[in-house]
T-cell receptor, first 108, second 115 residues
Framework: AQRVTQPEKLLSVFKGAPVELKCNYS??????LFWYVQYSRQRLQLLLR??SRESIKGFTADLNKGETSFHLKKPFAQEEDSAMYYC??????????FGTGTKLQVIP | DSGVTQTPKHLITATGQRVTLRCSPR?????VYWYQQSLDQGLQFLIQ???????AKGNILERFSAQQFPDLHSELNLSSLELGDSALYFC??????????????FGPGTRLTVL
């Protein structure tokens, strides 16, 4: 079974502070991992995926197979980063599993 | 705008009733996914269709069913509605040439309220 755990429901940080949104997964094979973001009153959209190894809006995420983690990081939080963030896992020709989400609140 | 459309935007109905939610995927996308988002349970995968056929099932109740039509639009049918079915229902689509690892593009959602 595949599982995604986002331990924090809410993460509050001050503007300019570093951000780390935690994501741990459980999957026996080689997963593909994603971070999706949902800004207020907007639809869910892809932020980044681990195979791209790219930085989007200053966010990066590294897949750590040893710790089965895919934490999302940004060195300096901005107010426009406030949103709901979902970590997701796909095991190929199977369903995509989303975590329960973490609400990031950036305090001015 | 991701190109995925969902209708209706809002739906208010009573317990015991049946409703149909509709989703049109992005042009060229073969896979459609349905999700339920509630305050206490986050985003729950319900079901996936690929080119008209059911591919994967998640936490979908027996009272719920879905189908994907030849033109690739999909409908989610919810019957014998209960208060707890009140939620935001999202549809997403992907090209799905390599399985479920493609990026999913989400629709704006249908907010269902069961009174």
């Amino acid at each position: 079974a595949q599982r995604v755990t986002q331990p924090e429901k809410l993460l509050s940080v001050f503007k300019g502070a570093p951000v780390e949104l935690k994501c741990n997964y459980s999957y026996s094979g080689s997963p593909e991992l994603f971070w999706y973001v949902q800004y207020s009153r907007q639809r869910l959209q892809l932020l980044l995926r681990h195979i791209s190894r790219e930085s989007i809006k200053g966010f990066t995420a590294d897949l750590n197979k040893g710790e089965t983690s895919f934490h999302l990081k940004k060195p300096f939080a901005q107010e426009e980063d406030s949103a709901m963030y979902y970590c997701a896992l796909s095991g190929g020709y199977q369903k995509v599993t989303f975590g329960t989400g973490t609400k990031l609140q950036v305090i001015p | 705008d991701s190109g995925v459309t969902q209708t209706p935007k809002h739906l208010i109905t009573a317990t015991g009733q049946r409703v149909t939610l509709r989703c049109s995927p992005r042009s060229g996308d073969l896979s459609v996914y349905w999700y339920q988002q509630s305050l206490d349970q986050g985003l729950q995968f319900l079901i996936q269709y690929y080119n008209g056929e059911e591919r994967a099932k998640g936490n979908i109740l027996e009272r719920f069913s879905a189908q994907q039509f030849p033109d690739l639009h999909s409908e989610l049918n919810l019957s014998s509605l209960e208060l707890g079915d009140s939620a935001l229902y999202f549809c997403a689509s992907s090209v799905d040439l390599r399985g479920a690892t493609d990026t999913q593009y989400f629709g704006p959602g249908t907010r269902l309220t069961v009174l």
